[in-house]
Every structure is written in C-alpha cells, then in structure tokens.
C-alpha cells in the first residue's frame, strides 16, 4: 500500500496528553492464527498446538502464543489509524501477558499516554509513551505493553 492512501494527521509531540486514551475494535482469535504464527516463529510447542497433550495440562486446551497476542494486538492499534508523518515506533518496554488467550476468544486494545518527555539527545524530538493494555471479551487483561514513540516536535 503506498503512502498516498493513507489517511494523514499532523500529530507534534506537544499534541499529546497525558491520559488520553483511545479503543481498538475486537478481533476473534482463530485456529489459523496459532498455525501462521507457529509457521512465522518456528515456536511448535505443545501447549500451543497438540489438543491432546493440553487435555493433561492446567488450562485443557491450547493457548495461543504471547507474541502472537501482542503481534495481533500491535496490528489492531493500527487499523483505522491516521498516518501521523511526525512520529514513528521507537521500540516495546515491558510486555506481559497476564491471563492465556485461546481459539474464540475477542481481544481488543485500550491504549493511554501515560508519559511524555524530551529525547535525551535530539532537541527535535520528543518520547511519547503509550500504555496498550488487552482484553479478552470477559475484560480479562491478557497483554500489557509499554509501547515509546518517537515524536517530532512543533517547535523544537
């Protein structure tokens, strides 16, 4: 998808509010998402996919992996997002999944700017951080990350 059809907002790092906070939609975890993301990860472990060796375990059944919940996760805050051409990923702090996730659950994101601080060393850019908190359709928290965005600044 090329750049031009994304929708832009000018989003400066001084547009950010401690405490803002926005909602994903809910996506339904299916059976191909543990297969696709065993494929993508070469993670085949059986509590992620043997049904019968999980009918010996706690939970009883498969639970899809973390990454995968937080992989998912990641795409839902971008679906239906603005492009903002002021600010860019600049990596996770503390990811945790709380609670398992399996076939047929809902998960969706709650993400709050919970800090917002200069770069230490670029006097252009300022560090934005948002807390993405998942829950699964009973309100269950299943994943918890401390995602920092990178943010141009206004007027530096």
Request: aromatic share 8%; charged share 25%.
């Amino acid at each position: 998808m090329s750049q031009s059809t994304y929708k832009e907002v000018a989003k400066f790092f001084e547009d950010f509010e401690i405490g803002e906070t926005r909602e994903t939609a809910g996506r339904t975890i299916t059976r191909t998402d543990f297969v696709m993301h065993a494929m993508h990860s070469g993670d085949w472990m059986p509590h992620h996919t043997d049904d019968e060796w999980c009918k010996t375990q706690p939970f009883k059944k498969p639970i899809i992996h973390g990454n995968a919940t937080f992989s998912i996760s990641t795409g839902l805050c971008l679906q239906g997002e603005p492009l903002n051409p002021h600010g860019m990923s600049y990596g996770y702090d503390k990811i945790r999944y709380p609670n398992p996730v399996f076939e047929g659950d809902t998960i969706k994101v709650k993400m709050t700017v919970i800090d917002k601080r200069d770069h230490p060393k670029k006097k252009t850019h300022g560090l934005i951080t948002e807390e993405k908190i998942t829950t699964n359709q009973n309100d269950e928290v299943v994943c918890v990350a401390h995602h920092v965005i990178f943010v141009e600044k206004r007027n530096p």
